[in-house]
């Protein structure tokens, strides 16, 4: 057999990244940075959306506590800046006897035409196209549930916020049960998160002149999850300290219920009761996307996860690796790496140092997880974490100045692979000076 990263005399080898997220973005930024600006390979970077933002940071984007277009990336200066091609467009196939991805044309809002229908040949395949929401078939989520996959499904979910407490301020009637409550079906990091900053920031929307609302009467927040405790994937002492400052907070949660049903008055458990609620955010699971099922025979899971070897690469097509949450990867333990940042991030940098030595001739090493521990920021209120001790072998909990510090590095590790410790150092101060002149939410 050829060597499948051999190519003719003259003729660069193409890495082709489909996906933007953390991992995606951060792969093509750091093989431009080096073989694409060597002229070693050409890489190129596919995505559907113009603009990326950590999704990490959705949560705050949905609560109105974070301007997004302070902390987005433009992908076509980003490409311009390290040495790859950025490509708009969403894959919808895979040709794999001809190795190219298949991409749909792309509409602007007026339904214009963009970009055709069209193919992108590789020579090496690189997936990270992330997940979406999975709403496990449940009868009206689609409808009335907005999910948080994306920056203006959050931002959609913030206007909702501000539009629903201002029609409550000027409308005749009294105040419906259930009208300015909102429903959360998932406790996860997402899901808490958004329960802590929705807490606050509701109540500073109404400040703003809008005195006909109450917040500790008319206000409501309630977390769902199906699981008997919040942050079910994380340590158990992590989620007894979320529990509790949720509680204090006056958040209602509702561990071990089942949803039933959502509707446009709120949500339905398993058991027949009924939580009134206009306004509902769905964060209970996710799933890969549909195009995963039908790419030429590559291996996926029930929750459409492409399965990959230890080395990242698919079981059916060494020249195609999958990495992030679209990517069900052995953790070295007889199980599945769970959708973690830190996951998305650790396998980017794998992938670089194993596809540059593919441009060399070496065979893929395989990839080793190390976890580092789970924080879990609870906006102003607190920060809480579990860290994993490299040098003492055991974990330990952290929570306070400390834990919000550790939170805000990840982010900052993030923005340092992107652009750089300097620039990233500046972004951060930059935000930081000019987050004063306005309201400290979002109101439009």
Not at 56 to 69: I, Q, T, Y
Not at 179 to 195: S, Y
Not at 283 to 310: F, I, M
Not at 421 to 443: C, D, E, N, Q, S
Request: overall charge positive; glycine content about 10%.
């Amino acid at each position: 057999m050829a060597d499948p990263a051999a190519r003719p005399p003259g003729q660069k080898h193409r890495i082709v990244i489909v996906g933007g997220g953390v991992a995606g973005l951060e792969l093509a930024t750091r093989l431009g940075n080096g073989p694409g600006r060597a002229g070693r390979a050409e890489i190129v970077l596919v995505e559907k959306r113009r603009t990326h933002l950590w999704k990490p940071l959705l949560h705050a984007v949905a609560a109105g506590s974070m301007d997004p277009s302070a902390h987005e990336l433009n992908y076509l200066a980003q490409a311009h800046w390290h040495h790859f091609s950025y490509r708009l467009g969403e894959m919808v196939g895979l040709d794999r006897g001809r190795r190219e991805v298949l991409l749909g044309a792309t509409l602007d809002d007026e339904g214009r035409e963009i970009t055709p229908a069209r193919a992108i040949p590789y020579d090496t395949l690189v997936l990270a196209v992330g997940s979406v929401t999975n709403d496990f078939g449940t009868p009206g989520v689609a409808e009335f549930a907005v999910p948080l996959e994306t920056p203006q499904q959050a931002a959609r979910f913030n206007r909702r916020l501000v539009n629903a407490c201002i029609h409550a301020h000027v409308q005749e009637e009294p105040i419906r049960p259930g009208q300015l409550h909102v429903a959360i079906i998932g406790a996860g990091a997402t899901g808490t998160e958004l329960a802590a900053e929705i807490h606050r920031t509701a109540r500073e929307v109404v400040t703003y002149g809008l005195d006909r609302v109450q917040p500790e009467r008319d206000i409501r927040i309630i977390l769902i999850e199906a699981a008997p405790r919040v942050l079910p994937a994380l340590p158990e002492r992590l989620s007894t300290a979320v529990a509790a400052l949720l509680g204090r907070l006056g958040v209602e949660v509702r561990t071990g219920a089942q949803v039933a049903a959502v509707d446009a008055h709120g949500v339905t458990l398993a058991g027949g009761a009924f939580l009134p609620a206009e306004l509902v955010v769905w964060c209970a699971g996710v799933k890969g996307p549909e195009c995963l099922a039908h790419l030429d025979g590559l291996e996926v899971t029930r929750s459409n996860q492409l399965v990959v070897e230890p080395t990242l690469a698919t079981t059916r097509d060494p020249a195609i690796f999958a990495m992030g949450d679209c990517a069900s990867c052995p953790d070295g333990h007889g199980g599945r790496l769970p959708p973690r940042a830190q996951a998305a991030h650790q396998q980017a940098a794998h992938l670089v140092r194993s596809l540059r030595g593919r441009l060399a001739g070496r065979p893929p090493s395989p990839f080793v997880y190390r976890d580092f521990g789970s924080l879990v920021s609870l906006g102003k209120f607190s920060t809480v974490g579990n860290l994993m001790g490299v040098v003492i072998g055991r974990s330990f909990f952290v929570e306070g100045l400390m834990a919000r510090l550790m939170y805000r590095s990840l982010y900052f590790s993030h923005e340092s692979a992107l652009y750089g410790p300097l620039r990233a150092t500046t972004r951060a101060l930059a935000r930081a000076i000019f987050r004063h002149g306005g309201p400290v939410v979002k109101l439009h």
